[in-house]
Nanobody
Framework: QVQLVESGGGLVQPGGSLRLSCAASGSIFSIAAMDWYHQAPGNQRELVAHITSGGNTNYADSVKGRFTISRDNAKNTVYLQMNSLKPEDTSVYYC?????????????WGQGTQVTVSS
């Protein structure tokens, strides 16, 4: 069973930075594509950033140039560096993993970490 544990959320002023971390248990991390999603109250969960097992990345238009997703396979951890934060980035951020094994796809979600951008 794969477990994902996020950390690094908190309260930050507009223009500030935070780095989220997501630590994965289990042996699948190196073969998994990893994502960060966010979900504000009353809204659907939306993809923020994606990184493949090979390190290719893509981002939502709203965070391009401000957020960077990266991974450290030796530590089974994916990161989201968030710079130039805006009040509209306020949300719960979730880590997601997806991998293919034994002829089928699997996925897992973390519990979420709150990010609040406010002065």
């Amino acid at each position: 069973q794969v477990q994902l544990v996020e950390s690094g959320g908190g309260l930050v002023q507009p223009g500030g930075s935070l780095r989220l971390s997501c630590a994965a248990s289990g042996s699948i991390f190196s073969i998994a594509a990893m994502d960060w999603y966010h979900q504000a109250p009353g809204n659907q969960r939306e993809l923020v950033a994606h990184i493949t097992s090979g390190g290719n990345t893509n981002y939502a238009d709203s965070v391009k140039g401000r957020f960077t997703i990266s991974r450290d396979n030796a530590k089974n951890t994916v990161y989201l560096q968030m710079n130039s934060l805006k009040p509209e980035d306020t949300s719960v951020y979730y880590c997601h993993a997806r991998w293919f094994r034994n002829l089928r796809w699997y996925d897992a979600w973390g519990q979420g970490t709150q990010v609040t951008v406010s002065s």
